[in-house]
């Protein structure tokens, strides 16, 4: 069984349903999934800890959040210390990101998968997922989180990407939603979304293979 810690620091609930409707088409890839909460359900707790994990790693001049910084304070959490050593952390925040690679300055990424002192983490950023007028884009935001989850779940295994920006690392060249990202994922997440398509069938092969589900 996977154990998944999540940390919604959202006052939409929007986005944590949309999350627990990926984790359930995952769990059928992977195996059954336990999270600590129920889709929708209040969790003040958790939101507590997330606004805190914000100011931590929150830049006033830029009024973003360093997404490495929060990274490195989710590790050091006593909430998240408290957690099972297994148990995957899932962070949803309604800020925008900013990252720095190589040097190079990445604004406005929406998040992905981390792997930082033994913690298997995915931060992820709402913002880019509203429009103008404030309303959210769930199918995009789906799309965006299966795939940073099928990173977490060993979809393009061989990758075991660790670092911390979202469209590097390996991905599938298949019609699939691990595909590297290419600046029409909101596109591309509405024609997968209307058909109901996520990964390749060498991706879910994958995953069921890494995790022994037949
Ligand atoms: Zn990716
Ligand atoms: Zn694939």
């Known amino acids: 069984m996977h154990e998944i810690v999540l940390i919604d620091g959202c006052q939409d609930d929007e986005p944590g349903k949309v999350l627990y409707g990926v984790l359930t088409h995952m769990g ?4 059954i999934i336990h999270t600590d909460k129920t889709a929708g359900g209040l969790d003040l707790d958790g939101y507590a800890i997330a606004r805190g994990l914000v100011r931590q790693s929150y830049d006033d001049v830029r009024k973003q959040v360093d997404a490495q910084a929060l990274v490195g304070n989710i590790v050091k959490d006593p909430f998240v210390k408290r957690q099972n050593p297994n148990a995957k952390i899932v962070v949803l925040v309604p800020e925008s990101f900013y990252a720095n690679h190589d040097g190079k300055d990445l604004t406005y990424v929406h998040g992905g998968r981390f792997s930082f002192k033994g913690r298997d983490i995915v931060v ?3 913002n880019k997922f509203y429009d103008k007028k404030g309303k959210f884009d769930p199918m995009h935001f789906g799309y965006i989180m299966t795939h940073e989850l099928g990173h977490l779940f060993g979809a393009v295994s061989n990758s075991r990407r660790t670092n911390t920006e979202e469209n590097l690392g390996t991905h599938c060249t298949n019609d699939c939603v691990m595909r590297q990202e ?3 994922s909101r596109e591309t997440a509405h024609s997968f979304g209307r058909v109901g398509k996520t990964f390749c069938n060498q991706c879910k092969t994958e995953m069921r293979n890494l995790h022994r589900v037949r």
């Open 28 to 31: 059928a890839i992977v195996g």
């Open 182 to 184: 290419d600046g029409h």
């Open 124 to 126: 992820m950023s709402t």
